[in-house]
């Protein structure tokens, strides 16, 4: 049996439990198992956890069920704040254990008093559901709540001060957005959890956490698969699709019986087009606006290829290959080490050199075309050229390298400084491999090693 309540109070935290669960699925399935994408997931999780209590108000009519399912979420929601700590001192590489510590024993505590009249008293009923009466532990969890998430922001505030670059700075404004925005839909809980008939709008947190994911995808803070960007924009479209149809036709219901059946008809008809020019118009743009890099990216690999086409110069290749993932990837700099009439050395500008013998251009062959600089610095694969390649990552302030071969020789490195976004996606590595690929197969039908 269903209760009474209508049942447009219901579509919030419905929302808000469907981001939230399909962003930490995705997260930890497309992602990979790093405590950063683990702590991602649990904070997603935490952010909708009151969503399913809300909606369980239009399904059970049972107090003392209500009552019993309540104390169960609130088991697990009181570690919020430590997953916010977790997560927050991951991100910004904080090292204060201590208060780690301290969160777990207030989240430990409060769990075990859950169950108790100490934590939920009863329920305070409105027209749009139940709210939990909290006891003095209820209280407390607030306070310690509220103390997390003002740390949370002066941590995020204190770190968007010294830092330097704009692309980080923007995601850490992001973040506060979003961790403030949760914050403020919290608190004005408290009007319900006081006695006050006033809609929760915790029950909202879907709107804070797809501005977390955005940002977080935007800047790639997490390693996380470019499908979640799809999925991202496919619960965006729904939400923005669903909230004005739904609340049309509840608001509007009422009034659908004293309207003449023509109009009504012409009613229909107009919202139809409306909805189909959302669907065929508005759905473009979104797509287009998330797309746009990996329509970028095939656009700029199909131009590469026609133009390296009637080439018959190395420079002009080399400096193509340079100018295409300067452009195309929006590095500040792409820095070209180019192997001179089939000597030993790598030249590079200013005078730079680098020496090559049998085993770096051996270990190079047999690795991708692209490496970045943690994998040369962490891998045993490159241990034995690691010193001389990383002094030019070090003078050159390059995060990634690319090599170049021409008929199984090596022809260049490429070093690229500066990028414009904190990680390096596997589409656009795709893109490198591509274009070198292509550049290989030119350069094989060029004279080798060209002055």
Same mark, same amino acid.
């Given at each position: 049996m269903f209760s009474n309540f209508p049942p447009v109070y219901m579509i919030p935290p419905l929302l808000s439990f469907i981001v939230g669960i399909t962003l930490a699925v995705i997260s930890i399935v497309k992602g990979r198992l790093k405590t950063e994408n683990v702590l991602f997931t649990l904070l997603c999780i935490g952010w909708t956890l009151l969503s399913p209590v809300f909606i369980s108000h239009h399904l059970l009519t049972s107090k003392a069920q209500i009552i019993t399912f309540e104390r169960f979420i609130h088991f697990f929601y009181v570690f919020l704040p430590l997953v916010h700590l977790l997560f927050i001192h991951k991100i910004l590489n904080i090292k204060r254990n201590y208060l780690i510590v301290i969160s777990s024993i207030f989240s430990i505590f409060l769990a075990f008093v859950t169950f108790t009249e100490y934590y939920i008293q009863g329920l305070y009923e409105y027209s749009w559901g139940y709210i939990a009466k909290?006891?003095?532990?209820?209280?407390?969890?607030?306070?310690?709540?509220?103390?997390?998430?003002?740390?949370?922001?002066?941590?995020?505030?204190?770190?968007?001060k010294r830092e330097t670059d704009s692309v980080k700075r923007l995601s850490n404004s992001y973040m506060i957005l979003s961790f403030a925005g949760m914050g403020v839909l919290t608190i004005f809980n408290l009007p319900a959890i006081n006695g006050i008939d006033l809609y929760p709008a915790?029950?909202?947190?879907?709107?804070?956490?797809?501005?977390?994911?955005?940002?977080?995808?935007?800047?790639?803070?997490?390693?996380?698969?470019?499908?979640?960007?799809?999925?991202?924009?496919?619960?965006?479209?729904?939400?923005?699709?669903?909230?004005?149809?739904?609340?049309?036709?509840?608001?509007?219901?009422?009034?659908?019986?004293?309207?003449?059946?023509?109009?009504?008809?012409?009613?229909?008809?107009?919202?139809?087009?409306?909805?189909?020019?959302?669907?065929?118009?508005?759905?473009?743009?979104?797509?287009?606006?998330?797309?746009? *890099?990996?329509?970028? %990216? =095939?656009?700029?690999?199909?131009?590469? /290829?026609? +133009? $390296?086409?009637?080439?018959? @110069?190395?420079?002009?290749?080399?400096?193509? *290959?340079?100018?295409? %993932? =300067?452009?195309?990837?929006?590095?500040? /700099?792409? +820095? $070209?080490?180019?192997?001179? @009439?089939?000597?030993?050395?790598?030249?590079?500008?200013?005078?730079?050199?680098?020496?090559?013998?049998?085993?770096i251009e051996e270990t190079l062959f047999h690795a991708n075309h692209f490496v970045d600089r943690k994998t040369i610095e962490a891998n045993p694969q490159y241990a034995s050229i690691s010193e001389k390649i990383l002094r030019a990552f070090s003078s050159l302030k390059s995060a990634y390298m690319i090599s170049l071969f021409q008929n199984n020789k090596l022809f260049a490195l490429l070093f690229l400084s500066g990028s414009s976004y904190t990680r390096i996606t596997k589409d656009e590595i795709n893109f490198?491999?591509?274009?070198?690929?292509?550049?290989?197969?030119?350069?094989?039908?060029?004279?080798?090693?060209?002055?």
């Open positions: 909290g006891g003095i532990a209820f209280q407390f969890f607030g306070i310690y709540g509220f103390a997390v998430l003002v740390y949370m922001l002066y941590c995020l505030l204190a770190n968007l915790g029950n909202f947190s879907f709107i804070p956490l797809s501005v977390l994911a955005y940002g977080i995808l935007r800047y790639r803070l997490l390693d996380i698969k470019s499908f979640l960007h799809i999925t991202v924009v496919r619960i965006i479209s729904l939400v923005i699709f669903l909230l004005p149809n739904w609340a049309v036709f509840y608001y509007a219901r009422p009034f659908f019986s004293k309207i003449d059946s023509v109009l009504l008809f012409f009613i229909f008809a107009f919202w139809f087009l409306v909805n189909y020019l959302y669907l065929t118009r508005v759905q473009t743009k979104l797509d287009n606006k998330f797309y746009r *890099i990996k329509f970028k %990216l =095939k656009l700029s690999e199909i131009e590469f /290829s026609e +133009t $390296i086409r009637p080439m018959s @110069d190395n420079n002009e290749l080399v400096e193509k *290959i340079r100018l295409t %993932l =300067k452009e195309t990837l929006e590095f500040d /700099s792409v +820095t $070209i080490f180019k192997r001179i @009439d089939g000597g030993n050395l790598l030249l590079g500008p200013l005078g730079y050199q680098i020496a090559v013998n049998t085993e490198i491999n591509t274009i070198l690929i292509s550049a290989s197969a030119k350069l094989s039908g060029l004279n080798a090693f060209d002055e």
